[in-house]
T-cell receptor
Framework: NAGVTQTPKFRVLKTGQSMTLLCAQDMNHEYMYWYRQDPGMGLRLIHYSVGEGTTAKGEVPDGYNVSRLKKQNFLLGLESAAPSQTSVYFC?????????FGPGTRLTVL | AQSVAQPEDQVNVAEGNPLTVKCTYSVSGNPYLFWYVQYPNRGLQFLLKYITGDNLVKGSYGFEAEFNKSQTSFHLKKPSALVSDSALYFCAVRDVLSGGYNKLIFGAGTRLAVHP
């Protein structure tokens, strides 16, 4: 099992550019999550999905969109990147009470 | 609203000494509490959880955590620290999303530095 994988690992964007982060899991988990990690703030939930074809907003959804067209994939999109979106993004999936995290994507918006 | 607090940004300990990383919680109802560890340039890894039962919970890599209801605390402990334990540690509490689904609320994290 690869577990939870994320692509890309690093990305630098200019303000106003768009991009999509891909998360994939091979554990057949129903629940998937996108978090952002900022220094001194822990992880904050951006969006989540409780199954294929469903998505919902978390704590900090503004400026992001998501899609879950296939059970194993959860995409996070930035339509018009802003410097405030510079962060490390983590995807996770859940089995019971335990969350499995991907290795993260480090995004810098200039 | 559910929340956790980690009062220390960093904890320094000598190798071989016991370590404690502190966490306090605020919840309505029974708490579901977790500890995760993050090594450099990696995602978070599950260490242990408390849902019910024995107040001392054992987890991965020799870590354990003590649930204390009267002090609303869930401190992470290890009897003898290793340099390889140096990492960022997160306490988390389960919250319920609309629709009855679960999410985790994380503390800000505590950096553990174990010195040889």
């Amino acid at each position: 099992n690869a577990g939870v994988t994320q692509t890309p690992k690093f990305r630098v964007l200019k303000t106003g550019q768009s991009m999509t982060l891909l998360c994939a899991q091979d554990m057949n988990h129903e629940y998937m999550y996108w978090y952002r990690q900022d220094p001194g703030m822990g992880l904050r939930l951006i969006h989540y999905s409780v199954g294929e074809g469903t998505t919902a907003k978390g704590e900090v959804p503004d400026g992001y969109n998501v899609s879950r067209l296939k059970k194993q994939n959860f995409l996070l999109g930035l339509e018009s990147a802003a410097p405030s979106q510079t962060s490390v993004y983590f995807c996770a999936s859940t089995q019971g009470e335990k969350q499995f995290f991907g290795p993260g994507t480090r995004l810098t918006v200039l | 609203a559910q929340s956790v607090a980690q009062p220390e940004d960093q904890v320094n300990v000598a190798e071989g000494n016991p370590l404690t990383v502190k966490c306090t919680y605020s919840v309505s109802g029974n708490p579901y509490l977790f500890w995760y560890v993050q090594y450099p340039n990696r995602g978070l890894q599950f260490l242990l959880k408390y849902i019910t039962g024995d107040n001392l919970v054992k987890g991965s890599y020799g870590f354990e955590a003590e649930f204390n209801k009267s002090q609303t605390s869930f401190h992470l402990k290890k009897p003898s620290a290793l340099v390889s334990d140096s990492a960022l540690y997160f306490c988390a509490v389960r919250d319920v999303l609309s629709g009855g689904y679960n999410k985790l609320i994380f503390g800000a994290g505590t950096r553990l530095a174990v010195h040889p």
